[in-house]
């Protein structure tokens, strides 16, 4: 059937009708819903947030993020939905905060070189740590110290590990698993307590 162009009007009018009937649905709710926590709301801004500057723009992001969904669904629990949007505009805040533009360093040359520069301080600390790796790789089990040598020292795969000491892949990968947590355990036993130091 070929829609005539009142039928068209017709259609558009009907949408426009269901668009403002929605909004009209949205603001109640937001009125019933979502106004009575902005006391709240901006409590728990003030609290989390970085700035004390930023409250009122977070406050105003977290009510165009609510309302939006509102238009699509409403939230089965306002406060719940508020909240989540509320704590996730604060991470994201908090992950743009920690983004370097890359034109704040104007030569990255020199970074770079800072990066890589052997110092003294530097060597003495890497030799530590080969030293404590040394010691907690000798304390393995045989088995154990064995496959992680192989893995890590030689790059041998599992399958490849498996077929030279002639166990299961399946054996291989949980020695490698315990030779693994031993290890980081043992090097992180050694790092000292930061609250007992301040």
Known sequence: MVETPNSERENVAAKDSSGAERASEVRAWFVR????????????????????????????????????????????HARTYVFGVARNLLIDQVRHEQVVPIDVIEN??????AIDERTPDRAVIAREDLRKLQAALDKLPERERNVVTMRKLDGLSVTEIAARTGVPERTVRRALNDGFRALADAMLQEVPDMRRIS
Request: a negative charge; one cysteine or more; proline letters at 4%.
């Open 33 to 76: 819903e979502v106004l009575p926590l902005e006391a709240v709301l901006v409590q728990f801004l003030s609290r989390a947030a970085r700035n004390k500057a930023d409250v009122e723009d977070l406050r105003q992001s977290v009510y165009m993020r609510v309302c939006a969904a509102a238009h699509k669904e409403f939230p089965d």
């Open 108 to 113: 990255l040359e020199i970074l770079d070189n």
